[in-house]
């Protein structure tokens, strides 16, 4: 049976208004000043707990003092520009008052957690950041970090999120129930394995949960 629910966070139940992408910036600026750019510079960031200044030398690289303080600008305005999807409010209201654990599982540089968190009308149960994993989505460390956070089994947790690997075949695969999010249309997953909003959830939780009572019964019909 359910009993926990694990939402992605950037395109599920937030959208930023005002992108700036300042780590993006910062590769860029450190490519510039002869870092060779390597292909798991983003999952490195995102699966240490750093900031802009402890990012650069993570990778490092060199920037200038003018450099960090325009990249801390652009980072603070994009925290600002943070909002919750108009459907998270009230779905996650009523999953907590319908008795499940709730827990967000997002790839993201760790500047970012709080704000997030500041937003939702509770404090989650578990936060299973990539930062705080030390791994990112799919990897199955975060999957795991999830469950023992949740002190659940991967089979009584379902993810939902808009990333098909991260959040929907990467779950299944360590054995969580990923749903993915196609807010924008057609999923190219099974149909029972999407969800086109969030409100779409409490529908589907309620016929698990209905399968799940009478499934005991099922051998005598």
Request: glycine share 8%; with cysteine.
């Amino acid at each position: 049976m359910i009993k926990a629910i694990a939402f992605d966070v950037f395109g599920t139940l937030v959208e930023i208004g005002a992108p700036r992408r300042p780590f993006r910036e910062l590769v860029r600026l450190l490519a510039a000043a002869g870092r060779v750019p390597q292909r798991g510079d983003g999952a490195l960031i995102m699966s240490r707990d750093v900031d802009l200044a402890q990012a650069a030398r993570l990778l490092g690289g060199i920037i200038s003092d003018q450099d960090l303080a325009r990249l801390e600008s652009a980072l603070q305005e994009e925290l600002a520009s943070i909002r919750l999807f108009p459907d998270a409010v009230d779905t996650l209201n009523a999953l907590r008052e319908s008795g499940y654990r709730i827990a967000l599982c997002s790839n993201l540089a760790a500047p970012y957690g709080p704000p997030v968190s500041a937003l939702l009308p509770f404090a989650p149960d578990f936060c299973a950041w990539s930062y705080t994993a030390g791994a990112v989505k799919p990897a199955p460390e975060i999957y795991q970090h999830l469950c023992t956070g949740l002190d659940c089994q991967p089979g009584e947790v379902l993810m939902v999120g808009d990333t098909v690997d991260a959040d929907h075949s990467g779950p299944r695969c360590f054995g969580i129930a990923g749903f993915h999010l196609a807010r924008k249309g057609r999923s190219p997953v099974p149909q029972a394995e999407s969800v086109a909003s969030l409100a779409d959830l409490i529908p589907l939780l309620a016929r698990h949960r209905m399968d799940a009572a009478v499934r005991p019964d099922a051998p005598g019909r």
